[in-house]
């Protein structure tokens, strides 16, 4: 299984939804950068499930560094970040080891694994998982913040609810930062909580699109071609559980507008490029160009339903039909932003470190 992403600030992640503990290595972070365990603590409670909107199960989810930091910084070696399950009932999924669940990685974990795999929670392929990221993710978030560098996601829609688009990036990330129901319309946290708990009511479920924005990045950071900035960012973004889209800037849009649209054109003050429109989401020819990065997740709707669905059993590859039982969320897309923002920041510390070298984000 490949488990480890980045070439010079690397992120390995490990264990599964039911096992003793979860967690990640973070290989290659600088030495010097401060690592605050309550802003730890803090993004952490971002991930939690909350109220009824979220599953019923409640992790602590405390943070433990057992190396690469001392007196309260990062020595250079690797960071290791480990958390304890303690709040599994793996009863619940006896019927899953032969029923694979629409939606979800059992079929393929069984052909690819050949039943070896812990299918207990989804095992090593759930959204618990994320956990060791945005342990990792706020170490990396905070040595972005000491660079100038700021990272904001918001629920742009959900359940056909939709908020506004940034416009003041920098003062809408401000107003996000630790919003554990991350909108910019405060209108819109009632409506979605409603279509959420309405989709929960009648055993279903729903999704939504996430809308991120890097403040701060310097212009010529990643590469042409195969390790694009965007294609860089997408593969670490896709890798979050449910995202089954990644657009930048106009994304898709573009395909609507004729090229004097959709250009976005250069001006200079005092010496700085800038471009009053940013359809291009702040990357041309895969690098940066100091504008700010705009991207959107498309997060599909969680594919743990009540409802009776059609299955196999993948004992005899017959038919048959499942319903799951258990503890699930009836949405996952407020609580896969700050994995958004964790895996982003991530990302984004390997590529400064890539182009400027290991020690830069630490000086």
């Known amino acids: 299984m490949k488990n480890t992403f980045g070439s010079s600030v690397a992120l390995t992640i490990f264990g599964e939804s039911h096992g003793n503990m979860i967690g990640a290595v973070l290989d290659g972070i600088a030495p010097g950068i401060a690592v605050d365990e309550e802003f730890i603590a803090r993004q952490m409670s971002l991930r939690k499930s909350v109220g009824d909107i979220s599953t019923a199960r409640k992790e602590a989810d405390i943070v433990k560094i057992v190396s690469g930091v001392f007196n309260g910084r990062t020595t250079g070696t690797p960071v290791t970040f480990i958390i304890e399950n303690q709040d599994t009932r793996s ?27 812990d299918f207990r929670g989804g095992g090593h392929f759930s959204g618990r998982i994320t956990a060791g990221i945005v342990a990792a993710g706020a170490v990396a978030i905070s040595a972005l913040k000491e660079k100038g560098i700021k990272i904001g996601t918001h629920i742009l829609s959900c359940g056909g609810v939709s908020d506004r688009h940034f416009n003041d990036i920098s003062g809408d990330i401000d107003k996000l930062d630790g919003l554990p129901f991350a909108v910019l319309n405060d209108e819109c946290k009632d409506k979605m909580t409603e279509v959420i708990l309405a989709a929960k009511s009648e055993g279903d479920s729903v999704g939504g699109i996430l809308e991120t924005a890097v403040y701060g990045f310097p ?32 994304g898709f849009g573009v395909s ?18 800038s471009t009053p429109t940013n359809n291009c989401g702040g990357i041309l020819g895969g690098i940066s160009n100091g504008m700010p990065i705009v991207f959107r997740c498309a997060v599909k709707p969680t594919p743990s339903i009540y409802k009776e669905q059609q299955t196999i059993d993948m004992n005899n590859m017959t038919d048959t039909t499942l319903q799951i039982q258990g503890r699930h969320d009836p949405a996952i897309v407020h609580r896969a932003r700050v ?15 890539l182009r400027f070298g290991t020690d830069w984000l630490a000086q």
């Open 91 to 117: 009863r619940d999924y006896g019927e899953l080891a032969y029923k694979a669940r629409p939606g979800h990685a059992d079929f393929t974990a069984q052909m690819k694994y050949h039943g070896f795999q």
């Open 219 to 250: 212009a010529g950071v990643g590469e042409p071609w195969f390790d694009t900035l965007e294609s860089v960012l997408s593969h670490a973004l896709f890798s979050i559980p449910a995202v089954k889209g990644v657009e930048f800037g106009e």
């Open 256 to 273: 609507e507008l004729h090229g004097s649209q959709c250009n976005d054109p250069f001006r200079s003050e005092n010496g700085k490029v």
């Open 339 to 353: 994995v958004a923002d964790s895996i982003t920041a991530l990302v984004l510390c390997d590529q400064l470190a």
